[in-house]
């Protein structure tokens, strides 16, 4: 049988076309994300890692919001926030932000956004065109609300991805700082105003409006419940370390929680014996000789354990404080060390310093705590056995005597 040259070069020449298309398409796929029915991937390392969500779920405009059940605490909304806008950052969607019901809960959500410069970001006071909020039954049936079945693990939490909400957040300080400078700039204006038509008035009237400016000037601004101020001057040669101590919800008396949530206080004291040694050299914690420690504990008046152990090293201790000014004093914070908690992964993730995590309970996997190099596990530094002595023998301890 008499082959046909011809036809065969054609069909050569139609295989390469479609093996250099499929090797093209490969390397494009270790770059950019694939949408719609081809699914996502994305590379991180060097290591593809491909999106396993089979039934992906469409939205109009590629929009969606995300509805958050009522009960939680401020710290599980924005952590699932954070899931949800990474997410969407994979996918190319573009996440709305937070429809919620509890309108006290939404101003707590975004004054803690508030101080990261994060609430233009994740959004949490809007909800879909449309949208039934009043019907339990209606709730998650807009087409442009994320399914609550819907399972999103932190995978999509890495470095390109925070790094992006960073130059954002940027943008948003800058902002931010040009409405202050402006505001400073109009009440200067008034106050020179004032002043020029007040030096008309008579001698008397003059001595009473300085001694009313010696007492307004004399009234702290600071809206902190601080119960210890600190000169800002000190905090050129200051090395500052903030401790968040979860209480209120969490006990050696909570049976529920006891073991997976509840952190004594002498795991905190602990790693302070540990980590501000300026001797100790392994810890790559920035600390001089020539430097003073301000450690500050945040948490809360309700507690079975007292703070006395530190109290009693003259440690700074805030009380009850409000939610963004702590956030905002994590994340600024040389050395923060995490409690068991939600509300401490943000500050986290934007810290501007060290970061030593608990050994047990941190809502983030073991993949995603690798990617940032400001994370230090405690599980890393101590052994199984010393960790069960300073935490669940401790705890043990405490329920015997205060529960």
Not at 31 to 56: A, M, Q
Not at 208 to 230: A, G, M, Q, R
Not at 255 to 277: A, G, M, T, V, W
Not at 320 to 326: G, W
């Amino acid at each position: 049988m008499r082959c046909n040259t011809s036809s065969n070069k054609v069909i050569l020449f139609s295989c390469l076309l479609v093996v250099l298309g499929c090797t093209t398409i490969y390397y494009l796929s270790e770059e950019i994300f694939l949408v719609g029915g081809l699914g996502s991937s994305f590379r991180e390392g060097g290591k593809l890692r491909k999106d396993e969500d089979k039934d992906k779920q469409y939205y109009p405009n590629n929009e969606f919001w995300y509805v958050h059940p009522n009960g939680d605490r401020s710290g599980s909304i924005i952590r699932k926030m954070i899931l949800v806008h990474s997410y969407a950052y994979y996918n190319n969607l573009t996440f709305r932000g937070l429809c919620h019901t509890n309108l006290n809960r939404i101003r707590q959500v975004n004054s803690c956004l508030d101080g990261l410069h994060l609430t233009s970001i994740f959004n949490a006071s809007s909800c879909p065109n449309n949208y039934n909020n009043t019907s339990s039954s209606m709730k998650y049936n807009h087409p442009n609300i994320i399914s609550p079945n819907k399972t999103i693990n932190d995978d999509y939490i890495t470095p390109n991805w925070l790094a992006d909400i960073n130059r954002q957040r940027q943008r948003q300080q800058l902002l931010s700082q040009q409405q202050q400078q402006q505001q400073q700039q109009q009440s200067t204006t008034t106050t020179d105003t004032n002043t020029s038509s007040s030096s008309t008035q008579n001698n008397n009237n003059n001595n009473n409006n300085s001694t009313n400016s010696n007492l307004t000037t004399s009234i702290p601004t600071s809206t902190s419940n601080s119960l210890i101020s600190k000169n800002s001057s000190s905090l050129v040669s200051t090395y500052r370390v903030a401790v968040h101590v979860r209480r209120g919800d969490v006990s050696p008396c909570t049976e529920r929680y006891k073991y997976s949530r509840y952190l004594p206080n002498k795991y905190f004291l602990e790693i302070l014996d540990q980590y501000i040694n300026s001797n100790n050299n392994n810890n790559n914690n920035n600390i001089n000789n020539n430097m003073n420690i301000d450690v500050t504990i945040y948490s809360e008046s309700k507690t079975v354990e007292p703070f006395d152990g530190f109290i009693h090293r003259g440690y700074n201790l805030e009380l009850d404080n409000d939610l963004a000014v702590v956030w905002k004093q994590l994340a600024s914070a040389d050395l923060l060390i995490s409690s068991i908690s939600n509300f401490n992964i943000v500050p986290a993730l934007f810290s501007d310093g060290l970061v030593v995590l608990p050994p047990i309970g941190f809502t983030l996997s073991k993949e995603v705590k690798n990617r940032f190099p400001h994370f230090i596990s405690t599980n890393l530094m101590w052994s199984k056995k010393r960790i069960n002595t300073i935490i669940t023998k401790e705890t043990d301890r405490l329920a015997g005597e205060f529960c």
